[in-house]
């Protein structure tokens, strides 16, 4: 069984930095793909990043070049790092992970394992 708590969610203004991170207890953490979805009020859950087990990127367009994900594996840890943030970013993240990988990695069917998730409030 994995469990993942994330951490890091806060309150920033339009233009901003937070980083989330989120922990995974278990073994094999390094044979996991990582990523992080969010959902907003009213909205559906959307992926925004992930990192496969050779460490390969993958991102929503909305958040190409101002969002980066990166994972420790000696911590079993994955980041967030959210700059440049928007009002339109203000969500609820959650962490999720699969073993192995998906080309759906996408949809958040796929994923077995989930975080409780963190809130990000972006203020204009």
């Known amino acids: 069984q994995v469990q993942l708590v994330e951490s890091g969610g806060g309150v920033v203004q339009a233009g901003g930095s937070l980083r989330l991170s989120c922990v995974a207890s278990?073994?094999?953490?390094?044979?996991?793909?990582m990523s992080w979805f969010r959902q907003a009020p009213g909205k559906d859950r959307e992926f925004v990043a992930g990192?496969?087990?050779?460490?390969?990127?993958y991102y929503l367009d909305s958040v190409m070049g101002r969002f980066t994900i990166s994972r420790d594996n000696a911590k079993n840890t994955v980041y967030l790092q959210m700059n440049s943030l928007r009002p339109e970013d203000m969500a609820d993240y959650f962490c999720?992970?699969?073993?192995?990988?998906?080309?759906?990695?996408?949809?958040?069917?796929?994923?077995?394992?989930w975080g409780q998730g963190t809130q990000v409030t972006v203020s204009s």
């Open positions: 278990g073994r094999d953490f390094s044979r996991m793909m």
């Open positions: 990192i496969d087990s050779a460490s390969v990127t």
């Open positions: 999720a992970a699969l073993f192995g990988f998906s080309e759906n990695y996408n949809r958040d069917i796929d994923y077995n394992y």
